[in-house]
């Protein structure tokens, strides 16, 4: 009968340990400025990483949803665009003013996907213009 005790406790043991060691793993490092974020998760979930951002920058944002899809990658660019990639397979609402952004999350379009980013280098070529956008940049129009 000892030996049944001993053998339970070891074996919660081992599941506490686990458990513990994957939570230990979530990382999120946020740098930069609103039009300059510099975003590096790794497993950490799209609420945590939303709270990071909340609490650096002047982002709010409310959900229904608990938001608990693994986030891995490193995100680069303005707010707007680190949310919006952050955001993809979500269906949700923006709201940009000059100070803030405001992000309301409807739902998740998919089962509980994980968001992973591919890095791409800061050297990488842009791709030619189509040809409307070339006739847009002939006009004077830049965005």
């Avoid at 458990?19 to 974020?37: H, I, N």
């Amino acid at each position: 009968m000892t030996m049944r005790r001993l053998l339970l406790v070891a074996m919660l043991g081992s599941a506490t340990v686990l458990a513990l060691g994957r939570t230990a793993s979530a990382e999120v490092k946020v740098a930069g400025r609103p039009d300059a974020v510099h975003l590096e998760v790794h497993d950490a979930s799209l609420h945590d990483v939303l709270a990071a951002l909340q609490e650096r920058f002047n982002l709010r944002y409310r959900s229904a949803d608990a938001l608990e899809a693994q986030v891995t990658g490193v995100f680069d660019g303005p707010l707007r665009r680190v949310v919006a990639r952050l955001l993809s397979g979500h269906d949700y609402a923006m709201q940009v003013t000059a100070d803030s952004i405001d992000v309301l999350v409807l739902a998740s379009q998919g089962p509980s996907a994980t968001v992973v980013a591919a890095v791409t280098p800061a050297s990488a070529a842009r791709p030619p213009l189509t040809a409307a956008e070339r006739k847009h940049y002939d006009s004077g129009h830049l965005r």
